[in-house]
């Protein structure tokens, strides 16, 4: 494999951590709450993939949606409903806390040894072999995050409800004035979580068909980095941020040598602070960053 | 000539036929009192001013009448409906609208977005006026559609912010110092505009500092100083009376805020 099939593999793993960070972003845009539960709404649609592996395919990947909906809208009455008003960093420890019990939990259901799921499995073939080695789940990749990126983009300047949604973003007590029903707005945000969850999970249990207990916290922790990397307060943004940090994270996989992989998430979060520390606002904000959020 | 002390002259002015019925409302902010016990009446289409020095609980009290802020006693009915105590988008919904203090416009939304959720909380009900209508009173509106409200000087800011009151077609509406901040043209059109408002049959509950354009413009007005309407007011009582009030309050508004 190249150095351009390198690129392909880490625009398909950017993909990816830019739904996990849009996730992120979208509730922060809401509610001003950081949603670290998120990474284990995914790894629950990922196990449910496990649990249902005699099922049909197809069958399997509708019914995690509904489950990762499901997680999604029961972590938001149990644990961001109660913490509404609450600080940003308050929302932050609880859920990573949250995240852990979680975890935990998927320890003592499922145990310590991934699951095998092979679901889809003929998506890791490849289209063109040689040099680029493209792979069928790559494309799937790119493809489904650029249709619901651009979805989102529809839902939120070209509707309605996108509107109203916008609206709370940036000022939720004017929005409530204004006659917003701001329970209906939260419960859309999580719902899309849940949706993109189960994206998440389905595409990440064919590349990697082993579902381990830390799939959730690996990945949203990297997500959220790239969240604040790109700026929490704006949502295109803040998918950016996912993307990059995804990207820079697989290009670092594939070309460092294989005895210096550990180095890879070091590298990536170093990476971080010196950006943070040029631009405290995010890589991506414009100097002097204006109100605007979504 | 009706001027009366607020107190039982309030309570027999209170009647079946009310719009907005507030009775002994209180709202606290930690231990600071910023309403204690107001009771004004609104009735249909009428135009109500509520005035009084800073920090009377002006403010506190419309953003209370609107669920906005948690009330710690009293109670607010709107044709004899409770209004909720904690959920302003359903009080919105019944048929009130809050024009806040600094206009509060959503910023980075152009003018049209902003007229959009405006639109929201009008409900099933059918309008009492045509969109085309408010357009023409805010011409503003119109002319910067298309632009960010939060590029607008003051004064257009405060035109849209009225206009997108006004589109819920309120029964009720609140208006909060709009003329604060403004240059003298920019206060003239704005009450000009409440004044067209006026004839379209919406009530106002209008709070300003303004008093004495305010007590011209208002067919009946409360004078609150320290958390409490300390004088009820109209067009033939004289300005004298009232700042009678004003200063004879004003110290007892600066003790209580020491304390």
């Known amino acids: 494999m190249t150095f351009v099939g390198y690129l392909v593999d880490a625009v398909s793993l950017g993909a990816l951590y830019a739904l996990i960070a849009v996730s992120v972003g979208l509730v922060f845009g809401v509610l001003r709450q950081i949603n670290l539960a998120q990474g284990e709404v995914m790894a629950f649609g990922a196990y449910s993939l496990w649990i249902m592996r005699a099922l049909p395919s197809w069958l399997a990947i509708l019914l995690c949606f509904g489950i990762c909906v499901a997680g999604s809208l029961v972590l938001q009455v149990l644990v961001f409903r109660p913490l509404r008003g609450a600080s940003a960093l308050t929302t932050l420890i609880v859920t990573f806390g949250v995240s852990y019990g979680l975890e935990a939990l998927w320890l003592v259901v499922f145990g310590p040894e991934g699951k095998p799921v092979s679901m889809l499995i003929k998506l890791n073939d490849t289209v063109v072999g040689g040099a680029i080695a493209l792979r069928w789940i790559t494309i799937v990749d790119i493809g489904t995050a650029a249709v619901l990126l651009i979805g989102l983009y529809v839902l939120l300047f070209r509707s309605s409800l996108g509107l109203r949604m916008r609206a709370v973003a940036e000022d939720f007590s004017i929005a409530r004035i204004v006659g917003v029903r701001i329970d209906r707005v939260v419960t859309v945000a999580f719902v899309l979580c849940g949706a993109s969850a189960a994206v998440v999970a389905v595409l990440e249990t064919v590349q990697t068909p082993l579902v381990t207990t830390t799939l959730g916290l690996s990945l ?65 904000a414009p100097r002097g960053a204006g109100a605007e959020r979504v | 000539m009706r001027a009366s002390l607020s107190g039982g002259g309030e309570e027999g ?155 819920a077609d309120p029964d009720l509406l609140l208006l909060d110092e709009p003329s604060l901040g403004l240059a003298p043209a920019a206060v003239t059109a704005v009450f000009s505009a409440l004044e067209h408002i006026r004839q379209l049959g919406v009530a106002i509950l209008l709070v300003e500092q303004r008093a004495e354009m305010t007590l011209e413009f208002c067919s009946r007005s409360y004078v609150m100083v320290g958390g409490r309407i300390r004088f009820e007011a109209d067009r033939s009582t004289p300005i004298e009376s009232v700042i009678v009030a004003y200063f004879g309050a004003t110290s007892t508004a600066a003790s209580e805020h020491e304390r």
């Open chain 1, 220 to 284: 949203i922790v990297v997500a959220l980095v790239g969240v604040v990397l790109g700026g929490l307060d704006h949502l295109a943004r803040a998918t950016a941020g996912g993307f990059i940090v995804g990207f820079v994270n697989s290009l670092l996989g594939s070309i460092l040598p294989e005895q210096q992989l550990v180095f890879v998430t070091s590298l990536t979060f170093l990476f971080v602070v010196v950006v943070l520390v040029v631009r405290p606002a995010g890589l991506l």
């Open chain 2, 13 to 167: 002015a209170r009647s079946s036929t009310a719009l907005l019925d507030v009775a002994d409302l209180r709202v606290t902010y930690g231990r600071s009192v910023a309403v204690g016990g107001v009771s004004l009446v609104v009735h249909e289409g009428e135009v109500v001013g509520l005035i009084g020095p800073n920090g009377a609980g002006k403010s506190s009290t419309l953003l209370a009448i609107m669920g906005a802020v948690r009330r710690s006693g009293g109670d607010v009915r709107l044709s004899g409906k409770r209004l909720s105590p904690s959920r302003p988008e359903e009080v919105a919904r019944l048929g009130v609208a809050l024009v806040p203090e600094g206009r509060h416009l959503f910023a980075s939304m152009t003018v049209r977005e902003n007229l959009e959720l405006g639109r929201l909380a009008r409900g099933d009900r059918s309008p009492r006026f045509d969109d085309r209508e408010v357009g023409q009173l805010f011409p503003v509106t119109e002319e910067f559609r298309n632009q960010r409200a939060g590029l607008l000087s003051g004064g257009q800011q405060q035109q849209v912010a009225i206009a997108r009151a006004l589109l």
